[in-house]
């Protein structure tokens, strides 16, 4: 199944957190098509999220900019409470359970 937008740029986003990248560099660690990319890297250049330097003249890396580590952040922390939200129906009913359980074993 695709992975929605914000997905991908997430993604995006988490291979320039730690340095800047060739476009290369980004589509083998994204697996995405290079055509798609460069769609996604122009959204992310024009909303300042992400900045392209020149290391000569051929040679371009993309890196976060200081608001692309705040959006970075946000999404990694709305996925998390995501993933937390699914998690919480089990831990109620694993307090069920052990709730009926404790009752029946006071009997």
């Known amino acids: 199944m695709p992975s ?6 997430l993604n995006i986003l988490e291979v320039l957190v730690d340095q800047p990248q060739k476009m ?9 098509e290079r055509r798609a990319l460069k769609r996604h ?4 250049v024009s909303n300042g999220v992400v900045e392209m330097r020149s290391l000569s003249d051929k040679q371009v890396v993309y890196a976060l900019t200081e608001r692309g580590l705040a ?17 919480l129906p089990i ?16 009997k």
């Open 41 to 44: 890297m122009y959204f992310l």
């Open 24 to 32: 290369d560099q980004i589509v083998r660690k994204t697996r995405l």
């Open 4 to 9: 929605s937008k914000l997905e991908t740029y």
């Open 91 to 106: 831990v109620d009913e694993a307090r069920e359970i052990a709730t009926v359980l404790s009752k029946h074993s006071k």
């Open 71 to 87: 959006v970075f952040k946000t999404l990694r922390a709305l996925k998390y409470l995501e993933k937390l939200k699914d998690s």
